[in-house]
């Protein structure tokens, strides 16, 4: 069964840009989960789809959003960008949000550098 | 979310067995314990995950205090891919896919 991919594997933006980071889970998980890495802060939840609706979210401003689509593909889109945002963007896929079966399975990441 | 406690660093021997220890006090009767690590420049990656009773697949065994409060990720013989920085989570019904990450412990495999 082929894992959670991502796309781009590498992004360069300029300040005050918008962008838009795809995934793609693993064939029948129906939850998928963002996340941000950076070395000062960590890995870090952004937010948590399920059925194309947004069940869980956190603490970051209303410029990070996403989105599930019914073949639950996700996207997650960053608007006007601030050099802050440059870092390593995850994704992740479960057959469910919440226990037993929640076990998150990652992809490679987004590479995204803010310039 | 409920804290866990877990020593920043440890170190192992190649072929032995490491156990890694997760201190988690103020558990809730409901919150499984779920392990995930990351290795050098890749994302994390799940390892296994308990609730009450000791749990082995093929990567580790967890093994659970009768009181909950502790748990113990164990590598039965450690190889040089298993240098990584191990998590130890608490998760519970309500948080729909939020993983909270600490620190971990960054574990070292000496050839």
């Known amino acids: 069964k082929a894992g959670v991919t991502q796309t781009p594997r590498y992004l360069i933006k300029t300040r005050g840009q918008q962008v838009t980071l795809s995934c793609s889970p693993i064939s029948g998980h129906r939850s998928v989960s963002w996340y941000q890495q950076t070395p000062g802060q960590g890995l870090q939840f952004l937010f948590e789809?399920?059925?194309?609706?947004?069940?869980n979210k956190g603490n970051f401003p209303g410029r990070f959003s996403g989105r599930q689509f019914s073949n639950s593909r996700s996207e997650m889109n960053v608007s006007t960008l601030e050099l802050g945002d440059s870092a390593l963007y995850l994704c992740?896929?479960?057959?469910?949000?919440?226990?037993?079966?929640?076990?998150?399975?990652f992809g490679p990441g987004t590479r995204l550098t803010v310039t | 979310d409920a804290k866990t406690t877990q020593p920043n660093s440890m170190e192992s021997n190649e072929e032995e067995p490491v156990h890694l220890p997760c201190n988690h006090s103020?558990?809730?009767?409901?919150?499984?314990i779920h392990w995930y690590r990351q290795l050098p420049s890749q994302g994390p990656e799940y390892v296994i995950h308990?609730?009450?009773s000791n749990v082995n697949n093929r990567m580790a065994s967890l093994a659970i205090a009768e009181d909950r409060k502790s748990s113990t990720l164990i590598l039965h013989r450690a190889t040089l891919r298993d240098a990584a920085v191990y998590y130890c989570?608490?998760?519970?019904?309500?948080?729909?896919?939020?993983?909270?990450f600490g620190q971990g412990t960054i574990l070292t495999v000496h050839p």
């Open positions: 989570i608490l998760r519970d019904g309500t948080s729909y896919g939020k993983l909270t």
């Open positions: 992740a896929s479960s057959l469910a949000p919440g226990p037993p079966k929640d076990e998150q399975y």
């Open positions: 103020t558990i809730s009767g409901t919150d499984y």
């Open positions: 308990g609730l009450t």
């Open positions: 789809y399920f059925s194309e609706t947004q069940r």
